[in-house]
């Protein structure tokens, strides 16, 4: 039993890692600055839901270190409603509205078959599918290519993302 907890314990600390190097990627200046993501709620949160798909991706073996992952990043979306003054009463249909848009993030990142596929996708998430994201949906989707290649081949201990993109070429 108390190894049983032990291991759970290590599992929430890894998770716990692992939000706060995905949270810290996510919330880069690159992504805000020459990305033009907009520096909202909403751009923020689309960018640690992109962050978390490759994460996801890379844990898709450990099924628990997932979960846990998960549980993690909806503790902290609910943390950061309440710090908003978000009361009781709304967090529940907050977290469902998020949940459901987290979700169906995911799914649309992970069915892409392809590059193009998902810029388009990012397209559709990031920018709200307006044109003027077209570059930067298309560079954001190399960078999510090379950063799920190289999580592929590291240690999560440290959750080395890898290089940061470029900056996306002026129109």
């Known amino acids: 039993m108390l190894k049983a907890l032990r291991r759970l314990g290590d599992r929430k600390r890894l998770a716990e890692k692992l939000f706060a190097g995905l949270t810290a990627r996510s919330r880069e200046p690159l992504f805000f600055l020459e990305f033009k993501v907009p520096d909202t709620l909403d751009g923020r949160f689309d960018l640690l839901t992109l ?35 978000v009361g009781d009463i709304g967090i529940g249909h907050r977290v469902k509205k998020m949940a459901d848009a987290f979700y169906g993030r995911l799914k649309a990142y992970g069915a892409a078959k392809n590059e193009n596929e998902l810029a388009a996708a990012i397209l559709r998430n990031i920018y709200r599918g307006d044109e003027r994201g077209a570059d ?29 993109p470029v900056e996306v070429a002026a129109p």
Not at 56 to 84: N, P, Y
Request: aromatic letters at 10%; hydrophobic letters at 45%; glycine letters at 6%.
């Open 136 to 164: 930067a949906a298309r560079e954001l989707a190399n960078y999510a290519y090379r950063t799920r290649a190289h999580l592929s081949v590291s240690n999560l201990d440290g959750l080395d993302f890898g290089p940061l």
């Open 51 to 85: 962050h978390a798909w490759l994460v996801l991706e890379r844990l898709a073996e450990d099924r628990d270190l997932s979960q846990a992952l998960i549980d993690t990043i909806f503790v902290q979306f609910d943390d950061g409603l309440r710090q908003l003054g």
